[in-house]
C-alpha cells in the first residue's frame, strides 16, 4: 500500500477568500483518493504541527536537531512514497513554515550526503520519494524574474533525491482580474492540469 503525505504551508488558509494553493491541494487528494482508494494519506499542516513554527537560531541551533522533530518527521519521509505540497510565495519564497519543515529535514548523512564526503557528488537519501507541488503567486510569471519558489522547491527535493514530476502554478491571482475571485475561482483554469496530474502521480 503506497503511503501519502499531503503538507499545508498556506498562511492564508483562514483567509476568507481561501488559498489557491490549498484549493488546488484539496482538489488533488480527492481526486487521487477517487483513483487510488487504497492509498494511505497523511495529513502535515505546517500551521499547526510545532515542526513549521520554531525557527533555527543561534540560540537553538544545537537543540534544533537534536530534539527528535528532525529524525521524528525524516523517519517519515524514509517511510512514505509520495508528497504532495501546497506552497503561495510569500514576499518573493515560500512561507517560513515550509522553510521551518526543511530545516528539520535537510540534515547531512540523513537526508543527503555532502559532494566532499563522497567522490565529488552530493548524494540524496530520499529516493524513494515522489513530489508534486502546488504552488500559487500573486503576480503572474516572470514579473519578478529575481523570485522562483517554485525552482527553490524543485531544487530542494531533487537535491534530497526524489522524483519531483511538473509543479502546477496558479499566478496572477493579485491582479485586477482576479483579486476579488476566491479560491475556487482562481484555480477554475487548472482544474484540468490538477485532475490529470493525479492520473499519473
Known sequence: MKKVLY????????????????????LFKKEYEKLNPTHESIILDLNKDPIGQASL????????FN???????????KSIDKV????PMINFNYPSTLKNYLDRILVANKT????????GESE??????KVQL??????????????????????????VGAKVTKPILIHGTKIPENIQKNSQEQ??????KIIEATKTF
Open 7 to 26: 503538507i499545508y504551508a498556506s498562511p492564508l488558509m483562514t483567509n476568507p477568500k481561501g488559498s489557491s494553493c490549498t484549493e488546488a491541494l484539496n
Open 187 to 192: 484555480i477554475k483554469n487548472h482544474k484540468e
Open 57 to 64: 537560531t543561534a540560540h537553538n541551533f544545537e537543540a534544533f
Open 134 to 159: 502546488l504552488m500559487s503567486q500573486g503576480a503572474t510569471l516572470g514579473w519578478y524574474p529575481f523570485a522562483s519558489h517554485v525552482d527553490t522547491l524543485v531544487g530542494t527535493w531533487k537535491f
Open 112 to 119: 543527503f550526503k555532502y559532494k566532499y564526503d563522497g567522490k
Open 67 to 77: 530534539c527528535g522533530k528532525s529524525d521524528k518527521h525524516i523517519q517519515q519521509l
Open 84 to 87: 504532495v505540497i501546497a506552497s
Open 124 to 129: 540524496g537519501l530520499l529516493k524513494n520519494l
